[in-house]
């Protein structure tokens, strides 16, 4: 049925947006933690550096993303001197790229969703001998359910769709890092429209279908 | 006093409003490998002609979808040769008025010296990790490149360090940011004034690959304006063509002249 | 040793509190003041949730934080119950989870009391199986105050529990807090602006004014002095532990006896000997030189003027001695110059009502 660089392209769509999205659940709760917290003056900058992906158009990111970790890029040095080699062209550099460009959409629904739990449970639970730790297990995390439900959803289907970062990052080589939007791209260009639709209306009703049953199952989700 | 504003607004109306029905503009589709050197015949041009021509630059592909779709572009400066031949059987522009405007060089390319040799034998010895081109499928220029290595035949033996950019500029990229150690490019893209600007290139010869011709033609939009039919004999007369020249393009091709 | 010593310094912008208080090791201690006198912060400190500068704080011995030591337990390693004014209940957990969920932290040879005993203390058994959200306001301030029991603190801290509940929750809970005053051995400090819960749980009370201690004291003493606002106004008034004597059957009365005298009340039904905790406002009390007879009036006791103290544009209070008691009469500045009223003139008082706290 499913012509099988057309069926790599979308188990590795669903890799990348799977493990991206594991990742920017963790370094996401560290950042909304923070951004929800801190009365730092650095709250600002840092708010607005993360929320930058929002407005860069993704080629552009994509563009200094490719020179920043390339061979004469500083973490592209750096990435040589330890012994990783270089990201651009591999899965791992898709995935730097994909955490960097769903950032905003993962940080953002879990600062809101830390936000509105507001320090009165957690001092509550530190009056009940909840050790810091302790509390963001027991407190924060079933507190903020919806919050995490919000970005993990977000996180996978913005990186699903994401195109511009993988196309300058990727250098699209089939089953490595050939996503289906560039695939979508490379039939539009090609002019071949019938498996561009194809692919593109699978995605829509994917990501339609995902976001449906996130508004769905968590009412609650779209308040905070 | 207070009229000032006022006038500067109407005579602003007035100026837009006859730049619209005067068709003193022409609206061109232009291959982003063409944009350096359409910019310059476009400046020629006005001072020539007093026609303005209002450039896009984008993906001949996405032109095509466009102008199917009932893009108001008058002219299309296509990266290829296929294209405006489409668009001509489908009815969306003028029969008979396509033409090779430039024909494109195809050139293996390094950001160090020495990397590239004159001959292109580093191609055979596999010292790298990636060798970056245009999706053949996309681009003429990948496409072009493809051949080339099917002419030496190392296709096979290269197509695991293949890194491809959607179109030759993301091509130039990977290989200027070092990332992809060399890659088939443009010549347009790294010649000046007929000369390599930096580093170390071989320019691919004509033999080992079809001809990147890229052609021209009045869309329909076009038809008896003007301005378009201007700025297209502009295209073939000796003022653009030294423009073309100097930008690292060929103008006809050995089988075409 | 058997004391609660809470010293620290706060400075914000706009605010600054600086406090050293010694608070007796047992019973109910009120922190009194206007809001904004810094009383949560006060308690917030002694939990470890406030930053302070200059602290010292240790519960009947036990140092908890001294930064000149450079000690500083974190809130959760200090034995504390805490009440919020709010509840300050897991919203994601059910009552009887939001109980377990602090008596599970506490170290099995540390817990004093079980679930049922707290649950029983504060009559909340048939809540168990709710979520908080269905809880009404008087319900959640219980299972906060069980909660926080349950963990068998070495100390109670209640910032305004009742604050925020109407009239009705407010009496639905404050027979649970007395309850507390009686059972409890631990000492309890009981954050309130508001006078009447202050009369019927505090033994000790602190005054707060602006960042300071105003006053330290026995809560009845506190309550009677001229020089403190607290004698001052319509809900002025004093607190007296009276001891029952006797009741009437006939006439619905009980007698209860203090410093000598006695004093008819509303039937109360409580054995003789049982102590009562009444509250005499000074606007019931009035004075004559003689005593009167042919009064619909009970209770007149015989007393000496004390003290006398402006209080608002044409009022005087008055401090009645009667015997080791003392009392509030707010007059008239008319009567006190018609009756020639001075420190030390003999004169009755008359009681025309007497409220019962506890």
């Known amino acids: 049925m499913i012509a099988s660089d057309e069926r790599s392209a979308i188990l590795l769509t669903l890799q990348l947006s799977a493990v991206t999205t594991v990742i920017l659940l963790v370094i996401g709760t560290i950042i909304a933690w923070w951004l929800a917290r801190t009365r730092s003056r650095w709250k600002g900058p840092v708010g607005a550096v993360v929320a930058l992906p929002l407005v860069l158009p993704p080629t552009v990111l994509g563009f200094y993303l490719l020179i920043t970790l390339g061979p004469n890029g500083p973490v592209g040095q750096f990435t040589q001197a330890i012994g990783l080699g270089l990201l651009p062209f591999t899965f791992a550099g898709l995935v730097v790229g994909s955490v960097i460009y769903s950032l905003p959409f993962v940080v953002q629904p879990l600062q809101n969703a830390f936000e509105a739990i507001g320090e009165r449970p957690l001092e509550a639970a530190a009056t009940l001998r909840s050790s810091p730790l302790d509390r963001f297990f027991t407190v924060v995390l079933p507190m903020a359910k919806s919050g995490y439900l919000s970005a993990a959803v977000l996180g996978f289907a913005h990186t699903m769709g994401e195109f511009g970062v993988v196309l300058m990052l990727g250098g699209n080589i089939p089953g490595k890092t050939r996503v289906i939007s560039v695939q979508i791209y490379n039939h539009v260009e090609a002019l071949e429209y019938a498996q561009a639709h194809r692919l593109a209306g699978g995605m829509l009703l994917f990501s339609f279908l995902v976001l449906l049953a996130m508004y769905t199952l968590n009412p609650t989700g779209r308040r905070s | ?257 | 040793m058997n004391q609660v010593h809470a010293r620290f310094q706060v400075d914000y912008p706009d605010f600054s509190l600086s406090v050293d208080l010694h608070l007796p090791g047992r019973g109910v201690t009120a922190l009194f003041g206007p809001s904004g006198s810094g009383k949560t912060t006060c308690l917030r400190a002694l939990a470890g949730l406030e930053s302070t500068r200059d602290t010292a704080v240790s519960v009947n011995g036990v140092v908890w934080q001294d930064d000149a030591r450079g000690l500083s337990l974190p809130t959760h390693q200090r034995p504390v119950g805490y009440v919020f004014q709010d509840g300050g209940l897991f919203e994601h957990m059910s009552v009887q989870r939001n109980l377990e969920y602090g008596m599970r932290r506490v170290p099995a040879p540390e817990r004093r009391v079980s679930l049922g005993q707290v649950v029983d203390l504060l009559g909340i058994a048939p809540l168990l199986g709710r979520k908080p959200g269905t809880l009404s306001g008087g319900e959640r301030q219980r299972v906060s105050i069980a909660r926080a029991l349950a963990v068998s603190p070495a100390i109670l801290l209640m910032d305004e529990p009742l604050a925020g509940l109407d009239a009705k929750r407010k009496n639905e809970i404050l027979p649970y807090l007395e309850r507390l005053h009686d059972d409890l051995e631990i000492p309890v400090i009981y954050v309130s602006h508001a006078l009447d819960e202050v009369a019927r749980l505090a033994d000790h009370l602190v005054l707060l004014e602006e960042g300071r201690v105003v006053a330290s004291g026995n809560a009845l003493d506190l309550l009677t002095r001229l020089d403190l606002p607290l004698s001052h106004g319509d809900f002025a008034g004093a607190l007296v532990l009276a001891t029952v004597s006797g009741h009437d059957a006939e006439y619905h009365l009980t007698r209860v006896d203090f410093s000598g005298e006695g004093l008819w009340l509303a039937c109360h039904p409580v054995a003789t000997g049982q102590q009562l905790r009444i509250r005499i406002q000074a606007r019931d009390v009035s004075i004559t030189l003689e005593k009167q007879t042919g009064t619909s009036i009970l209770n007149i006791l015989p007393a000496t003027v004390a003290a006398l103290s402006e209080d608002g544009p044409g009022q005087v209070m008055v401090v009645l001695q009667v015997g080791d008691t003392r009392l509030l009469a707010r007059l008239t500045q008319k009567s006190v110059t018609a009756l020639n009223l001075t420190v030390g003139t003999p004169v009755y008082a008359q009681i025309k009502g007497v409220a019962v706290l506890r």
């Open chain 2, 1 to 257: 006093m207070r009229i000032k504003p006022f006038l500067f607004l109407t005579s602003m109306l007035m100026f837009l409003a006859q730049g619209a029905v005067c068709g003193e503009e022409v609206q061109v589709a232009v291959a982003s490998n063409f944009t350096a050197p359409m910019k310059a015949i476009a400046a020629d041009f006005e001072k020539a002609s007093g026609y303005k021509a209002v450039l896009a630059f984008g993906s001949t592909g996405s032109f095509y979808a466009q102008i199917k779709n009932g893009a108001p572009f008058e002219i299309l400066l296509s990266a290829d040769a296929e294209t405006p031949e489409k668009l001509e059987k489908d009815g969306s522009a003028e029969a008979g008025s396509r033409f090779t405007y430039a024909v494109g060089k195809l050139a293996l390319w390094s950001p160090k010296t020495g990397v590239v040799d004159d001959k292109g034998a580093v191609l055979g010895t596999g010292t790298f990790a990636h060798v970056a081109l245009a999706a053949p499928k996309l681009a003429p220029y990948g496409k072009a490149a493809v051949e080339t290595l099917d002419s030496l035949g190392l296709t096979q033996k290269l197509e695991p360090k293949f890194v491809q950019g959607e179109n030759i500029t993301q091509t130039f990229q990977f290989v200027s940011s070092g990332n992809a150690e060399l890659g088939f490019v443009a010549w347009s893209q790294i010649c000046a004034n007929g000369k390599l600007k930096s580093g170390s290139a071989w320019v691919v010869p004509e033999t080992l690959h079809r001809p990147l011709r890229q052609d021209a033609i009045l869309l329909t939009p076009g038809k008896n304006k003007p301005a378009a039919a201007s700025l297209l004999a502009f295209l073939k007369g000796d003022q653009a063509k030294s423009v073309i020249l100097s930008y690292g393009y060929s103008l006809q091709t050995k089988e075409g002249s």
